[in-house]
Each structure stands twice: as C-alpha cells, then as structure tokens.
C-alpha cells in the first residue's frame, strides 16, 4: 500500500502537487503556486492585429488634432489646382471623415479651408494663363493638350459657369478651363466669381462624402478615412466617365 500511494503521487500533474518545505528551508524561500485563473498573459507590441489597428487609429487622431492637419489640407487642394496628380479630393473627404468620425478638424473648418485653397489654385491659374497664354511650355503643345484647350475654349464660349462647375470636379479639364479662361482674356471678376462659388460647392461635396462614411463608422477612424478615399476616387472615375460620354455625344 504506501508503494501504490508512492506512484500516484509521483504520476500527478504539477499543478496539484504539494511542496513540502525541506527543514531548515526560510518561508521566503518557499516556491509560489498561482492559480491558471490569476494568471496574466503578456504579449509583446505589435503581434495582435487588434493592436496595431488601434495603435494606428491612436495616431490618427493625434496627427488629426494637430496644428497642421488644415494647413496641410489648404496645401494638398492649392497644389490640385496646379498639378493634377495631387490627391485634393481625397485630402478633403479623409478630412471630413476625420471630422465625424474623430471630432477635428471641425467639418466648417474643412469646407471653409478647402474652399480657400480651390478658389486661390484656380486663381492662380487664371493668372497664368493670361500672363503665358497656352504655348509658352512644351508640354502645352502637345496635340492632346491643345485639344483640351480647344475644347475648353468652345465650352468657355458656350456658358462660362456651366464649363467652371463641370470642369472643377475633373482635375485635367480643370486646369484647362482655368488657363484657357486667362488667356482668352474672360473678364476676371465675373470669372474669380463663378470660381469662388464652384469652390465652394466642391468643397462641401467632398467634404460631406467624408463626413456621412464617418457618421456611419464612429467608431472606426481608419476605417472611415479608408473607405472615404475609396469613395472618392470611385465618384471621380464615373463623373470622368459620365462627362466624356456626353462630350462625346455633343461632338457626334
């Protein structure tokens, strides 16, 4: 009998052994038992993808609460103006994801900021096409080029507000408007009028697309920015798309 007990104590697991204290052994000295409940497991940063989701959103908002988030919004939409391959819709509907979703910057703040810099890129284009015309650089001389300009001219001719409004949700056909209206010498206070005003309605258009994705992900900041570029470069492949067919059909 003590020989059976002898093997069942030495089969049992671990965690249900006793450790007897060996005489002489100090109580400080004795080895601690932990319950498997108590116990905490402690991951290193950066191998959970929960974490490193948060951990981006987390930075998110702090890039979004700081002081250069609008002016870096006014730079993106200026250079839109100028270089077309500039993300400008995409900075202002992000903003107003972040807006929504975040809190900052403020959706008044975005729309007034964005359509500030559209007003001035546009501007700045008018200028230039009055002071250089459309051939002063190479690159306004190549074949397509000049039938942008030829176009915008016909379309200038036609209605001036109508070709602004279009023209300024397609960035190409937005700086071809622009430069054309300058060197054509439209007037430029009616011009700078009509431009102030399609600015600001484009603004509060891409602005609003942030602004509704973010009310419907709260509590997603980088899901709602994410989602917002998506929709907005989608919604400028089809206005593209929709504008050149019905060009096309005006020319046939």
């Known amino acids: 009998m003590p020989a059976r007990k002898t093997r069942a104590t030495a089969s049992a697991p671990l965690s249900r052994r006793v450790h007897r204290p060996s005489p002489g052994t100090s109580p400080s000295r004795l080895p601690r038992v932990v319950p498997a409940s108590a116990r905490v497991v402690v991951r290193p940063p950066f191998t959970d993808g929960?974490?490193?989701?948060?951990?981006?959103?987390?930075?998110?908002?702090?890039v979004a609460d700081g002081p250069w988030t609008l002016p870096l919004l006014f730079a993106l939409v200026l250079l839109d103006a100028v270089l077309v391959v500039i993300p400008g819709e995409v900075a202002v509907s992000a903003a107003g994801a972040l807006a929504v979703s975040i809190g900052s910057p403020p959706l008044l703040a975005v729309?007034?900021?964005?359509?500030?810099?559209?007003f001035c890129g546009d501007a700045l284009c008018?200028?230039?096409?009055?002071?250089?015309?459309?051939?002063?650089?190479r690159w306004m001389r190549h074949r397509r080029v000049q039938d942008a300009f030829d176009w915008a001219g016909r379309r200038l001719a036609r209605g001036t507000a109508t070709v602004v409004f279009t023209a300024r949700f397609i960035p190409f056909a937005?700086?071809?408007?622009?430069?054309?209206?300058?060197?054509?010498?439209v007037p430029a206070v009616r011009y700078l009028t009509i431009v102030a005003v399609a600015g600001t309605a484009w603004a509060i258009y891409q602005a609003v697309i942030g602004a509704a994705?973010?009310?419907?992900?709260?509590?997603?900041?980088?899901?709602?920015?994410?989602?917002?570029?998506?929709?907005?470069?989608?919604?400028?492949a089809v206005i593209d798309v929709v504008v050149a067919r019905v060009s096309g059909r005006r020319r046939a």
Do not use: E, F, H
């Open 174 to 185: 937005r700086l071809a408007v622009n430069l054309t209206a300058g060197a054509t010498r």
């Open 111 to 118: 729309i007034a900021v964005a359509a500030a810099a559209a």
């Open 213 to 236: 994705i973010g009310a419907l992900l709260p509590r997603d900041p980088l899901v709602a920015v994410i989602l917002s570029i998506v929709v907005a470069i989608a919604l400028g």
């Open 126 to 137: 008018y200028a230039a096409g009055r002071a250089i015309g459309l051939s002063r650089w």
């Open 50 to 62: 929960r974490y490193c989701w948060d951990v981006l959103a987390d930075l998110l908002a702090g």
